[in-house]
């Protein structure tokens, strides 16, 4: 499997404080994505890098920002939590933009 | 909005017999991807299925698509214990974006 690491794992936070996740690869994947998932709504993206410094939004961007400035490395982090940020975070990478992705394990959050 | 949805939401079978779920989408797509998720891990890829394609193997695993009516199917055959996870299709509608479903629950009863 890809080496893909997210940090921290658990977090609990306080509404309006700034959080950030982390998501670590060592494949040298161009694409990476951060995903959130809740119950009853599967997956959704958030957003997307297609290179270094290279990002877009998804379906479900507000209050969140990202950053890549180097491949292994996609930073997301809200900006000023909220209690509907509370969520399980996902990271994924893929070497090409049509094939499979390679997730990370999660990062439980909760904003308290 | 979510490009896929499965059904059913939830399954339950005996050890052995043949679990089926089915993926409907939206829009044309490139390529459709099925995931497993155990609880609390991450999504591991199973088997992606290209829009020129129209059915795929991969050991115990089956998947169809039919893209006249939007739609794919995922058959495990003679399941196991083992096998009891969520499944998720994932629709890549040409923009390098994987939409996915909210999934299916299996349980596989001993």
């Known amino acids: 499997d890809a080496g893909i690491t997210q940090s921290p794992r658990h977090k609990v936070t306080e509404t309006g404080t700034p959080v950030t996740l982390r998501c670590h690869q060592t494949e040298n994947h161009r694409y990476m994505y951060w995903y959130r998932q809740d119950p009853g709504h599967g997956l959704r993206l958030i957003h997307y890098?297609?290179?270094?410094?290279?990002?877009d939004k998804g379906e479900v961007s507000d209050g969140y920002s990202v950053s890549r400035s180097k491949t292994e490395d996609f930073l997301l982090t809200l900006e000023s939590a909220t209690s509907s940020q509370t969520s399980v975070y996902f990271c994924a990478s893929t070497p090409g933009g049509d094939e499979k992705l390679f997730f990370g394990s999660g990062t439980q959050l909760s904003v308290l | 909005s979510q490009q896929g949805e499965e059904d059913p939401q939830a399954l339950s079978i005996q050890e052995g017999e043949n679990a089926t779920m089915n993926c409907s989408y939206k829009t044309s797509i490139n390529n459709l991807q099925w995931y497993r998720q155990n609880s609390g891990r991450g999504l591991v890829h199973l088997i992606l299925i290209r829009s020129n394609e129209r059915e795929k193997h991969s050991g115990r695993l089956r998947v169809t698509l039919d893209t006249s009516k939007k739609s794919s199917s995922l058959l495990i055959t003679a399941s196991r214990a083992a096998d009891t996870a969520s499944y998720f299709c994932a629709t890549d509608a040409r923009d390098y974006k994987l939409s996915f479903g909210a999934g299916t629950t299996v349980t596989v009863r001993a």
């Open positions: 890098s297609y290179g270094v410094k290279d990002t």
